[in-house]
């Protein structure tokens, strides 16, 4: 059974810090992995998904990477800002149709 | 374009009542799922449909079922509503293309079972 590991559950940063999310899962037998944003009380935003068959994507200031064989992803943020406090979910899917395992999230937290 | 929309927003429901939550996507996606979310537990899959038509079970399927009558339409009932399905249920879809398929989530209903 796929699980997805997602350390630390919180995290505090300065405004326009560099910062790294990890995510880690079990079975490397993937078809992507997927980061979602989700601010309080709402739904799920799409962000970057890495087929896998890729090692990274990038969409302005975050870059996602992927190393299948160790079983790991990183989420890279740039120059954080206080409007990318909100919560970020690691998910795989492990069958074609498309079914995703999710992480427990990382709340992060961007101070002024 | 709404995307996905679900109703109720939120709702408190005594424990045994039966109730339906909706799910309109106007995507034309041919994929669709519904998740709950849980303080500690995280998201998981209750069903999910590859296809109008078909349903699968996912990780926490009991006490819940689905149809998939047309492409847009997702619903998901609770027979007889039990206090520990207090939770945020989430609608998604996607166009259910494999390794580039990206999930679109709704807004979430916030159900209380009482």
């Known amino acids: 059974k796929q699980e997805v590991t997602q350390i630390p559950a919180a995290l505090s940063v300065p405004e326009g810090e560099n910062l790294v999310l990890n995510c880690s899962f079990t079975d490397s037998a993937i078809y992507n992995l997927q980061w979602f944003r989700q601010d309080p009380g709402k739904g799920l935003t799409s962000l970057l998904l890495i087929q896998s068959s890729q090692r990274e994507q990038t969409s302005g200031r975050l870059n996602a990477s992927l190393d299948k064989s160790s079983g790991r992803s990183t989420l890279y943020i740039a120059a954080s800002q206080p409007g990318d406090s909100a919560t970020y979910l690691c998910?795989?899917?492990?069958?074609?149709?498309?079914?995703?395992?999710f992480g427990k999230g990382i709340t992060l937290s961007v101070r002024p | 374009i709404a995307g996905i929309t679900q109703a109720p927003t939120s709702q408190i429901l005594a424990a045994g009542r039966r109730m339906t939550l909706r799910c309109t996507q106007d995507?034309?996606?041919?994929?669709m799922y519904w998740y709950r979310q849980d303080l500690g537990l995280g998201l998981r899959l209750i069903h999910y449909?590859?296809?109008?038509?078909?349903?699968g079970k996912g990780e926490v399927p009991d006490g819940y079922s689905v149809s998939r009558a047309n492409t847009d339409d997702f619903p998901l009932t609770l027979a007889s509503a039990v206090p520990s399905q207090t939770s945020v249920y989430f609608c998604?879809?996607?166009?259910?293309?494999?390794?580039?398929?990206?999930?679109?989530f709704g807004p979430g209903t916030r159900l209380t079972v009482l």
């Open positions: 995507m034309r996606h041919n994929a």
């Open positions: 998910a795989v899917s492990t069958g074609a149709n498309s079914k995703l395992t």
């Open positions: 449909s590859n296809t109008a038509g078909t349903t």
């Open positions: 998604a879809s996607s166009d259910g293309s494999g390794v580039t398929d990206t999930q679109y």
